[in-house]
Structures are given as structure tokens and as C-alpha cells.
């Protein structure tokens, strides 16, 4: 069974930092498209970074400069370095990951994290 963890989300103030962490089990993502998307109470589901394991990270426009997604190959783990962190980046945060393709939107994921809430106080 594929599980996706998520850690190191919570509160920080504008401007700071908070660093994400995927665990992934059962299966070795080496090879997998990445990515991270996140929800606001009353808003879709958008795409925040996306990678693969061969090719260039997409980031959407509102976290672009600012946002650094990134997997370690040994530890089967992806994590989004988020920095200068703005209000308007409140959201639940999802890990997310599709087999061998690029995750380009949420319908193609195949397998979701649980969600982590990340909150940005002014």
C-alpha cells in the first residue's frame, strides 16, 4: 500500500520560511512526477510546484522565486522549501504523486498525502 506522510507544516508570520516533507512508502518515486498542490476554505484545489525526475519544476506564478520543490532520491521523500511566506499562501498543503508522469493537474495524481494545514499570520 502506497502512503504519502506529510510534516512541517503550521503557523509562521509573514515573511518566514516553512520547510515540507512527503514520506513516501511502497513505492520508490525515483522515476515519478512530484508534486505539491494546496486548498483554501472555499477554493479549488490548485497546483503549487510539479516536477519529474528528468526535465524542469513548474511553479505556479503566486509562489514562483519563492517556493523550491525537491525530492532525496535515498530517503524516497519530496519536500517544498517555502519562503517569504505571504498570507494569501494559507492553505492545506497536499503532498501529491503520479506513476512515471508529470502531475500537470489534481484529476492525474494517483496518490495523495493527507493534507497539512500551513497558516500565515500578518
Known amino acids: 500500500q502506497v502512503q504519502l506522510v506529510e510534516s512541517g507544516g503550521g503557523l509562521v508570520q509573514a515573511g518566514g520560511s516553512l520547510r515540507l516533507s512527503c514520506a513516501v512508502s511502497?513505492?520508490?518515486?525515483?522515476?515519478?512526477?512530484i508534486g505539491w498542490f494546496r486548498q483554501a476554505p472555499g477554493e479549488e484545489r490548485e497546483v503549487v510546484a510539479v516536477d519529474h525526475w528528468i526535465g524542469s519544476p513548474y511553479y505556479a506564478d503566486a509562489v514562483k522565486g519563492r517556493f523550491t520543490i525537491s525530492r532525496d532520491k535515498v530517503k524516497n521523500t519530496v519536500f517544498l522549501q517555502m519562503n517569504l511566506l505571504k498570507p494569501e499562501d494559507t492553505a492545506v498543503y497536499y503532498c501529491?504523486?503520479?506513476?512515471?508522469?508529470?502531475?500537470?493537474?489534481?484529476?492525474?495524481?494517483?496518490?495523495w498525502g493527507q493534507g497539512i494545514q500551513v497558516t500565515v499570520s500578518s
Open positions: 501529491a504523486v503520479r506513476r512515471i508522469h508529470t502531475p500537470t493537474k489534481a484529476a492525474e495524481v494517483d496518490y
Open positions: 511502497g513505492r520508490t518515486i525515483s522515476k515519478d512526477g
